[in-house]
């Protein structure tokens, strides 16, 4: 373990760090789409959601306006819908993709939030199994502080504001960060409030910070759940990782946001930078090849394990550069994997300063027992 005061390394490093965790995203997403044991149980329950929209979108005209309407403002960010911009009738399940699939859980989430429950006049009507995906979504509140009350993290308006665009000449990104927002997904649309948990964690563990904990990843839990039993490989609980591969693939979220999402409905623990943590317990269908990726990333030279410190006052003497960070390294990888457990950092994160110097690092790793140089 090192204390590395030359800022200009550690945002290096941190360019080299975001890199990995983009290209272990796309690697698995390679893997959903060649291995016929995952893409096979993918279409066909998007085959079954495909039908259980269009019988949902003639039970009314309120409820066929709400699906028109989710659809189409999902055209600027979905790549599904900007490909079938009149609507999903003409859409083939057998030739959509994981990425397509994905898409299709999105829009589903989508939609039965705004449909599910109408009847013909348009007031609420029953959910039935609906409820669940509410259930999951109010499992999980946060308090944030200040005046804010116990929010769930996927309310852009408490954790986010539309992206303004940077003025020219001004660094304000990483190179991914940058990329991330061009590709016009999530990320483009909001950015994250210093008073986000996870942007905090973010600053401090050199992760790209995009939109936020990924309330689409809830969605995907609830899909999974609710169309598996149609199709026994779908039971697998390795189709909860498809959201690592897609949603930050698709420049949505990043692979922290998707993977606390995960963590705090219990289908993983995983420990920030330590990416085999991320394979579900009891996962069979194409785990060798997902394990051998998550494990080729967590051993990848970029990946390295930092805790980043900023200038005293909270304003890096360079716009976007650290300080200098604590780097763990050999034996100390295993210290720094208990700390990095991403459920308590979640916790830990919401009383530590954004962008916070060397001595409140200190402070906060004296709190945790964790030794520091």
């Known amino acids: 373990m090192r204390n590395e005061t030359n800022g200009n390394q550690v945002w290096q490093w941190t360019e080299e760090k975001q890199q990995l965790e983009v290209m272990l995203a796309w690697q698995l997403l390679e893997i959903f789409n060649n291995s016929p044991a995952l893409i096979g149980p993918l279409r066909i329950m998007a085959s079954q959601a495909l039908e259980e929209l269009k019988q949902l979108k003639r039970t009314s005209p309120v409820a066929s306006a709400a699906i028109t309407q989710a659809w189409q403002s999902q055209i600027?960010?979905?790549?599904l819908c900007r490909r079938y911009p009149a609507g999903f009738n003409s859409i083939q399940p057998n030739q959509l993709d994981a990425q397509d699939c994905s898409d299709l859980i999105r829009l589903y989430g989508e939609f039965i939030e705004k449909a599910g429950g109408l009847r013909a006049t348009g007031e609420p009507g029953e959910r039935g199994d609906y409820e669940f995906q509410n259930t999951l979504k109010m499992s999980r509140r946060v308090d944030y502080g200040g005046g804010h009350g116990q929010i769930w993290n996927t309310q852009q308006e408490a954790i986010g504001r539309q992206r303004a665009k940077v003025p020219a000449g001004t660094q304000q990104t990483t190179d991914v960060h940058g990329f991330l927002i061009s590709q016009k997904g999530g990320s483009a649309r909001f950015e994250m409030l210093p008073r986000s948990t996870v942007n905090r964690i973010d600053r401090v563990f050199g992760l790209v910070p995009s939109a936020d904990i990924s309330g689409t990843t809830t969605d995907s839990i609830y899909f999974t759940e609710r169309f598996k039993a149609n199709t026994a490989a779908a039971m697998d609980p390795i189709f909860h990782l498809l959201p690592v591969a897609t949603i930050v693939a698709g420049a949505h979220h990043s692979l922290l946001e998707v993977a606390l999402s995960l963590s705090?409905?219990?289908i993983i623990d995983y420990r920030i930078g330590f990416y085999s943590t991320l394979f579900p317990r009891g996962g069979t269908q194409g785990a060798g090849d997902i394990l051998g990726a998550l494990r080729t990333?967590?051993?990848?030279?970029?990946?390295r394990h930092m805790l980043i410190y900023y200038a005293r006052g909270h304003n890096p003497g360079v716009p976007g550069v650290p300080a200098g960070c604590f780097l763990f390294e050999g034996r100390d990888h295993l210290a720094f994997r208990d700390f990095a457990r991403a459920t308590a950092r979640e916790r830990l994160f919401r009383g530590v300063a954004f962008c916070p110097n060397e001595d409140e690092i200190r402070a906060v790793c004296l709190r945790q027992?964790?030794?520091l140089p």
């Not at 990333?297 to 990946?303: G, L, T």
Request: glycine share 12%; charged share 30%; no cysteine.
């Open 369 to 371: 027992r964790l030794r």
């Open 264 to 266: 705090l409905n219990g």
């Open 297 to 303: 990333a967590e051993n990848h030279v970029k990946n």
């Open 76 to 79: 600027g960010i979905v790549d």
